[in-house]
T-cell receptor, first 116, second 115 residues
């Protein structure tokens, strides 16, 4: 069965430092996609980055990069030069790609707090 | 602004009642997803529609149903409401054809409170 694990319920980071949010997953499928979303205190869900299981390069989007280690089944989100506005909940999610009845599952989230 | 709209923003109703949540996807997106976010269950995928047809099903209760109309807007119907149904319900849309390889754009959510 699919599973997403985020082991850090909360993190505190100094502004301008880089931060890594951990995500491990479990799937028996060869084809799947991994996503990261940000949820600020206002409640909306914001897409950050996507990594396909067959993508050879790690995904990057501005200050966000995804450290994809397929053999270890990990998909950690790296935020460089953190800013106060990065304070939010962060969710890792996975979807198997080929199944027509595929589900999307989310991890329990990590609450990131940036200290000035 | 993601381009996805959801109405209403807030809904307060009593146990046993039935409500309908509405979602309009981003212009051009054919896929609509519904999610439930509650404190004890986290973020749960409920159901996906693609161009009017159900494409994938998650942890959706039998008391819940959804549909996507020809104009691509979607409705989530929740019936026989229980206290535990109180949650934030998100709709998301994407340009994908159901493979899940495209990013999803979330609406602002509907906060449902069942009393």
């Amino acid at each position: 069965a699919q599973k997403i694990t985020q082991t850090q319920p909360g993190m505190f980071v100094q502004e301008k430092e880089a931060v890594t949010l951990d995500c491990t997953y479990d799937t028996s499928d060869q084809s799947y996609g991994l996503f990261w979303y940000k949820q600020p205190s206002s409640g909306e869900m914001i897409f950050l980055i996507y990594q396909g299981s067959y993508d050879e390069q790690n995904a990057t989007e501005g200050r966000y990069s995804l450290n994809f280690q397929k053999a270890r089944k990990s998909a950690n989100l790296v935020i460089s030069a953190s800013q106060l506005g990065d304070s939010a909940m962060y969710f890792c999610a996975m979807r198997e790609r080929d199944s027509s009845a595929s589900k999307i599952i989310f991890g329990s989230g990590t609450r990131l707090s940036i200290r000035p | 602004d993601s381009g996805v709209t959801q109405t209403p923003k807030h809904l307060i109703t009593a146990t046993g009642q039935r409500v309908t949540l509405r979602c309009s996807p981003r212009s051009g997106d054919l896929s609509v997803y519904w999610y439930q976010q509650s404190l004890d269950q986290g973020l749960q995928f409920l159901i996906q529609y693609y161009n009017g047809e159900e494409r994938a099903k998650g942890n959706i209760l039998e008391r819940f149903s959804a549909q996507q109309f020809p104009d691509l807007h979607s409705e989530l119907n929740l019936s026989s409401l229980e206290l535990g149904d109180s949650a934030l319900y998100f709709c998301a849309s994407s340009a994908d054809t159901g493979t899940g390889t495209y990013e999803q754009y979330f609406g602002p959510g509907t906060r449902l409170t069942v009393t």
